[in-house]
């Protein structure tokens, strides 16, 4: 099993970009926090970790649109490849309803002592699975996913991606590939699961379109 489609991109080295925010330090939890303001997006990384890429730029690009934005590291410090034969044991580490949820209840405790009120969140890769579980929670307005891999991690840690979809709370964005899994695309089982839900939107639209404006678009509505 990989989280990403074969012929996807690795890693991108980023190195040489300068971040505007800081890491903080709940407990044992690091956070990177950037910007201020009532309303905060909960940035989700994908299988690279906390300091790879470009996570921490889009982060800030966000900030700089007027939110404040706090991006938890689940890992520890932690990464792996796509193509590591460990893949399955590593996401299997990380299930939302007992080792995410008490970081994201320190995230949202910390987030919430600098001001936020409303919150939305997105998520790259794996981290469409923290996006959908944390939009079941109350105080989510809305949630992106960009090339959502949450249909093969549901598989092997929750058994239902079915269950975890119906229990979302609001509106959701899905920017898929072309290769996504099948349950990502039009007339997947995220549309299907809308209709039933029929008071929540899920717009699924594809990499052809600005990813930056799109997530822009939606944090503006919903938040």
């Known amino acids: 099993m990989a989280c990403c ?15 505007k925010g800081v890491v903080d330090k ?14 905060c997006i ?12 470009r996570t921490r730029q889009i982060c800030d690009l966000l900030a700089d649109r007027g939110y404040m934005v706090v991006l938890p590291d689940y890992y520890r ?13 590593f996401i299997k580490a990380y299930p939302y309803n007992t080792l995410l949820i008490p970081d994201v209840e320190r995230t949202l405790t ?32 809305a949630g992106v996913s960009l090339h959502p891999s949450h249909s093969k ?20 964005l899905y920017l898929s590939a072309g290769n996504d899994h099948e349950n990502c695309q039009p007339g997947g089982l995220g549309e299907q699961v809308k209709i039933i839900l029929l008071h929540h939107n899920l717009i699924i639209s594809f990499y052809n379109e600005c990813l930056y404006c799109s997530m822009f678009i939606v944090s503006r509505r919903y938040l």
Do not use: H, M
């Not at 489609?5 to 971040?19: H, Q, V």
């Not at 909960?42 to 890429?53: L, Q, S, T």
């Not at 996006?131 to 105080?139: A, D, F, K, M, T």
């Open 5 to 19: 489609p074969e012929n996807g991109y690795g890693f991108l080295d980023n190195s040489a970009y300068t971040c």
């Open 26 to 39: 709940v407990e044992d939890l690091d956070i990177y926090v950037v910007g201020s303001g009532d309303k």
């Open 77 to 89: 410090g932690g990464s792996i490849t796509p193509t590591d034969p460990g893949l399955v044991d």
């Open 153 to 172: 991690i549901c598989a092997v840690i929750d058994g239902s991606e079915e269950e975890t979809l119906k229990r979302i709370g609001c509106n959701q």
């Open 42 to 53: 909960v940035w989700n990384y994908d299988i690279f970790g906390f300091d790879a890429g």
């Open 110 to 141: 910390f987030a919430k002592a600098r001001g936020a009120v409303d919150f939305g969140c997105a998520g790259t890769c794996w981290g469409s699975y923290p996006v959908i579980n944390l939009c079941s929670r109350p105080e989510f307005k």
